[in-house]
């Protein structure tokens, strides 16, 4: 079984901003360009799930509408993870006490005082992976680069990240597309 992750291409949003659950504009071009790009990968007539965030639902229909033959819907538990307090700040203007004190407790804190635990976090997005494994049909989801690592780190059986150092940190460049295979 196949499950396809494309992530939205890049945003209109200043580098270095932190933007998980904020909904940023992506210039259409960019949008037309990754869809282009990933249509030819995908297989005919697999289910397309995309966040609910502009981002990735204007990528979803763009791709929709170069592949009609996909059955396209938007899944919340695909969504970014909430950063809280710290959504729409440069991560530079975080100050460090409250950083660390998110990192040291990465399973169960709450980034930026009322967002999501890493723990909500993998919960949300691992019971969409398991009803895609359940589903036993190949898919693709249009979404963000945590939930691509997530979707990493589930693919491997690991379903807590109680160490900020067990979290993926290889790049995951915009209009991405990566495959993971199962079973």
């Known amino acids: ?63 929709g509408t170069l592949r009609p033959d996909l059955m396209v819907r938007a899944d919340a538990r695909l969504a970014e993870m909430d950063f809280g307090g710290w959504e729409g700040r440069p991560w530079s203007s975080i100050a460090r006490v409250e950083f660390d004190a998110w990192t040291c407790n990465f399973a169960e804190g709450v980034a930026g005082g009322h967002g999501e635990s890493t723990a909500r976090f993998m919960q949300r997005t691992g019971a969409a992976f398991d009803e895609w494994r359940a589903s036993g049909q190949d898919a693709v989801w249009v979404t963000h680069a945590g939930v691509m690592r997530a979707v990493q780190l589930l693919n491997r059986g690991v379903r807590r990240v109680d160490d900020v150092a067990q979290w993926p940190s290889e790049p995951i460049d915009y209009g991405a597309c990566q495959l993971i295979e199962y079973g």
């Open 1 to 63: 079984m196949k499950l396809w992750l494309v992530r939205h291409a890049r945003t209109d949003a200043a580098p270095g901003l932190c933007y998980g659950a904020t909904d940023v504009c992506v210039p259409a071009e960019a949008t037309r360009a990754v869809a282009e790009a990933v249509v030819s990968c995908l297989p005919v007539g697999i289910a397309l799930a995309h966040s609910p965030l502009r981002r990735c639902a204007e990528l979803a229909q763009a791709i």
